[in-house]
């Protein structure tokens, strides 16, 4: 009979870096830093990870350990995007014309993995003024508060950015 498969060192990798971030979730959310608290902590995080090998869920795109430093520079402009669009639906809701013009634009992402295209659909929905309505590999359906908010989606820069993300940049 044929031994079984050692893990390889990627997956070990990638379990231990679950682990960790798992760990520290934990303390950051418990705020107790008492010798009984850890200690349970380290128990659940590595039960978890043990659970989650089991399942075969430690994999890139169930924790993507890689999108780290990309993460730095994204989730910064984001936030920024997310500030920027909100103040322009407070100036579209206060004024009183109401100058609004719903609208749906379908486009093709530049992204090609699901944490990617995942990524893609949701900023766009944490974006005041449009949400994803639908999202399929190679095509997205979205709605906007304005036509000048469904172009920006479909040409835009976040597009460009989730790209970088994506590729861990």
Do not use: C
């Amino acid at each position: 009979p044929a031994l079984p498969q050692r893990a390889a060192p990627t997956a070990m990798l990638k379990s231990a870096s679950l682990a960790f971030f798992l760990l520290v979730f934990w303390l950051l959310l418990s705020g107790i830093y008492e010798p009984f608290l850890i200690g349970a902590g380290v128990f659940s995080s590595l039960l978890v990870v043990w659970i989650a090998r089991r399942m075969e869920l430690v994999d890139a795109e169930g924790h993507p350990a890689h999108l780290g430093l990309g993460a730095l520079t994204y989730w910064p402009w984001l936030i920024r995007e997310i500030v920027v669009s909100a103040l322009a639906v407070t100036r579209i809701i206060l004024d009183p014309k109401l100058p609004i013009s719903p609208t749906l634009v379908r486009f093709r992402p530049r992204q090609t993995t699901t944490v990617g295209l995942v990524t893609h659909a949701n900023s766009i929905t944490l974006t005041p003024g449009t949400i994803s309505m639908e999202v399929a590999p190679g095509e997205f359906l979205v709605h906007a508060l304005t036509r000048e908010g469904a172009q920006a989606a479909a040409d835009s820069e976040m597009d460009r950015r989730v790209e970088r993300f994506e590729a861990g940049r």
